[in-house]
């Protein structure tokens, strides 16, 4: 197991990385485009600051070009869409981290069933006995683990085994209650995977999120918990969206870093998980 944690912990890496070089190019490419937009101005040829662009597609059967779009963007549209490219990256990085997360998560859900059987739900085992259970192979609680696309479910599964991962949700340096904020990160990643990152009704998606984290409380939602969803949400005439866009800090060179945020909490929680309870109770004295 310590080999897939590594595993994990490179490619979250590699997630962050893809993040720094993607800040990293639109910031050039933002502070390029400003730079010859105030050159041209200067020179009188602001005109010349628009991009034109000829859409076309080829003919199924002669193979002749057919235009059906002309688009003239001015200064304002191409950064406004340099913005909107940005954050895209950042909302698939998001749904790439999660997806490493849940992978970890599964397998470690599997490796508590193969180590301790009676530990996982009876309807994952059902049909099974004791001592059947006992002979079957890490392979099969692999295979049962995936079969079972419900994080929740493996998670409060794990919660049951180790009640300290609980109390750790709820008190912990970040000072977030983690169970409702890796329910928020697992739809905001459905929504980024299945409707580009457009959120059709918010009320219903800030119900789903209360109700998946088992918080529902009746729709009296708790007003920390509902900012925590409202931080990664945005409005505009198309309606809402997620965004993970950085976020300046008025009067000062700082911002928040809300993708980087979510990354650091998955690690953290993954780190916890496996090295305060997994490991030490399944590999305590060698690596699987």
């Known amino acids: 197991m310590d ?7 490179s490619n979250l890496s590699e997630v962050e990385l893809m993040s720094r070089q993607v800040k990293s190019s639109t910031d050039k490419e933002y502070e390029l485009m400003v730079k010859n937009h105030q050159s041209l101005i200067e020179n009188g040829m602001e005109q010349h600051s ?33 913005i909107n490219r940005r954050n895209k990256h950042y909302l698939w990085l998001l749904a790439e ?33 004791a001592a059947s259970l006992a002979t079957k192979p890490f392979d099969w609680y692999l295979q049962k683990a995936e079969s079972n696309k419900k994080l ?4 409060e599964c794990i919660r049951k085994r180790f ?7 709820k008190s912990n340096h970040f000072g977030i209650d983690l169970r409702f904020t890796i329910c ?18 918010l009320t219903k998606f800030i119900q789903r999120t209360f109700e998946q984290a ?32 950085e976020i300046p800090q008025s009067g000062t060179p700082f911002h928040v870093d809300r993708l980087g945020a979510i990354i650091n909490w998955l690690l953290a929680y993954s780190d916890y998980i496996y090295h305060r309870l997994i490991r030490p109770t399944y590999f305590p004295s060698q690596q699987a």
């Open 214 to 245: 088992g918080m529902s409380n009746n729709g009296n939602h708790d007003p920390q918990k509902l900012q925590q969803i409202h931080n990664f949400i945005a409005t505009d005439s198309r309606g809402h969206r997620v965004v993970m866009l």
């Open 152 to 155: 929740h479910a493996k998670l």
């Open 184 to 201: 928020l990160i697992e739809m905001l990643r459905h929504i980024v995977v299945h409707n580009n990152g457009r959120i059709r009704d």
């Open 50 to 82: 628009s991009s034109l662009h000829n859409m076309f597609f080829r003919s199924l059967i002669s193979g002749e070009p057919i235009f059906y779009d002309h688009m003239s963007l001015d200064f304002d549209r191409r950064i406004k869409d340099l």
């Open 163 to 169: 009640p300290a991962l609980a109390a750790a949700e």
């Open 97 to 129: 981290a999660f997806e490493y997360f849940e992978d970890l998560i599964e397998l470690m859900y599997a490796h508590m069933g193969h180590k301790e059987p009676s530990a996982w739900p009876s309807k994952e085992t059902k049909g099974e006995t």
């Open 3 to 9: 080999i897939q944690f590594k595993e994990f912990l």
